[in-house]
């Protein structure tokens, strides 16, 4: 009865490969969200998906392309991974939308720690 | 430029004592404040949200509070446990254009030794 799940848990790959990261939430919730966290442990968000629809984007590189083909969806593909991809990648969704959507409470998955080699 | 600091960054206390974190935000406008729990190699979880009008809310042994004039929020731990032993994550939410956003502070890392 896992809430939010993402795979892989582990994923190390080499350097120029593409890789992708799936996270599916039982919730019913409306938006889902791809977060990144680094060695300094800071979590910054990438994007933000709200009923299939991409509503955040924070200057995320471009080999970086979310794919929600619902909105209990979320995959991260990555093209041609670079040693600073290298981080723990944490799928999150939250009921609501628009300016409501980050106002309730964000439900994580147990993260999927990238090393890129 | 929005940021949340948080203080210390590490923590040492002994089983069944109390402590307390410290959040300092530069956060405009503002929404919402959030802590979170994060176990290690687990996803956060959260503990408490607070909005602009309230002083102090509770979860259990945890308690938080938020001074929204000085822009500080603080996280109580009463009679800590092992399992307490987690890096805790302030979050404040600033509105930005049709959404909020949310800036994450570095954790304080706590560590409960028995």
């Not at chain 2, 979170?36 to 503990?47: A, E, M, N």
Request: proline share 3%.
């Amino acid at each position: 009865d896992t809430a939010v799940s993402q795979t892989p848990k582990y994923l190390v790959t080499q350097m120029g490969n593409d890789k992708s990261i799936k996270c599916e939430q039982n919730l019913g919730h409306d938006t889902m969200y791809w977060y990144k966290q680094d060695s300094k442990k800071f979590l910054k968000i990438m994007f933000s998906y709200n009923n299939k629809e991409l509503i955040i984007n924070e200057t995320v590189p471009n080999r970086f392309s979310p794919k929600s083909p619902d909105k209990a969806h979320l995959n991260l593909h990555i093209n041609s991974l670079e040693l600073g991809d290298s981080a723990v990648y944490f799928c999150a969704s939250s009921q609501g939308s628009g300016a409501l959507a980050t106002t309730g409470e964000l439900f994580f998955g147990e993260g999927s720690r990238l090393t890129v080699l | 430029k929005n940021q949340v600091e948080q203080s210390p960054q590490s923590l040492i206390i002994l089983e069944g004592k109390n402590c307390t974190l410290q959040c300092n935000y530069t956060v405009s406008p503002f929404s919402n404040l959030r802590w979170y729990k994060q176990d290690t190699g687990r996803g956060p979880v959260s503990l408490t949200i607070m909005t602009f009008s309230e002083n102090t809310k509770s979860n259990g042994r945890y308690t938080a509070t938020l001074d929204a004039d000085t822009k500080q929020s603080s996280l109580h731990i009463t009679a800590s446990q092992l399992s307490d032993s987690a890096s805790y994550i302030c979050v404040v939410s600033a509105r930005a254009g049709g959404y909020n956003k949310l800036i994450f502070g570095a954790g304080t890392r706590l560590a409960v030794h028995p």
